[in-house]
Structure formats: C-alpha cells, structure tokens
C-alpha cells in the first residue's frame, strides 16, 4: 500500500492522489489499453475522490472542487489521451502553478489497472507495486461538479 499528501492542494489537482487503492504489481499478461479505451473511461463523467471531485468533459476540459464536506478550492484545465495514458493539467483559484498528472492504463482479463505514471509534485511512479484497481469505481456519469463549483466561486 502506498500513502498520499492529501493535504497538499495540488494533490488534489490530480484525480488519482487522493485516497486510491492500490494492488501490488502489473501482471505479466497485462495489455496496454487503446487511446479511445482511455478517452471512454473519463469523457463525460465524473471522479469522486476523498478530498476532492473533477469533472472530465468530452470536450477535453476538467472542472473541479476540493474540500468536503466544505469546498475550500476550486481548480479547472484540461485534459488529454496520448496512447494508454490519459493527463491532466489544472490551475486552482488564486494559484499560478498549473499542475500535471498523468496514468496509465492496462487490462488483464476483465481487470482494470492504472499505475500514476507524473506526478504534479515531480516525485518518480512506483513502477513495481503502484497499480491502482478501482478507477472505475470512483467515475460516476455526468457532470455533478459545475453546480457546486460555480456556487464556490469558480470561474
């Protein structure tokens, strides 16, 4: 198992940092997932996450809120799919760094597994043991973020 800075705000800038499970390694038959398999994952929905909930557009924009149960930060950007990886780039409210994350993606048999491949804060992937197996659980469809965050203030 692996621990986060969760408390750090451009932690929750990443959708995959805050309170992930995480399984030991990548299997020997896993296969990389295609760029349209990845783009399917996250366009038009929604991750809910520990501290945090982003808002994937099929547009390529991100939307999200931090803090619960009370929103504390909201940050929007982009993001992209470039083969089986998916990236992120999102700027919060009042702060000029945009920051950058990034997973993988791959499939053996009928499971998921998702290694965070950059990190906004520039530490390396655990290549060996950093295969998360419940992204999917944490995507709900729709956008269920721009009504709280345009309450928050976002812009």
């Known amino acids: ?5 969760i408390c750090l705000l451009g ?3 990443t959708s995959f940092v805050c309170g992930s499970a995480w399984a030991d390694k990548l299997p020997k038959d896993a296969v990389e997932l295609a760029a349209d398999e990845v783009k ?3 366009s038009g929905k929604t991750g809910i996450y520990s501290v945090s909930s982003m808002y994937y557009a099929p547009d390529g924009t991100t939307k999200g809120i931090y803090g619960k149960p009370k929103i504390t930060a909201t940050f929007k950007g982009t993001w992209s799919v470039n083969g089986n990886e998916m990236c992120t780039k999102n700027k919060a409210k009042g702060d000029p760094k945009t920051y950058r994350d990034c997973n993988k993606f791959w499939r053996s048999g009928k499971k998921l597994y998702d290694l965070w491949s950059v990190h906004f804060d520039g530490s390396k992937p655990d290549l060996k043991g950093g295969y998360a197996t419940d992204t999917m659980k944490k995507l709900k469809k729709g956008d ?5 965050y345009a309450a928050a203030g976002g812009e």
């Open 40 to 42: 399917a994952i996250y």
């Open 11 to 13: 932690a929750v800038l």
């Open 1 to 5: 198992m692996r621990a986060f800075p």
């Open 144 to 148: 269920l973020v721009s009504k709280k």
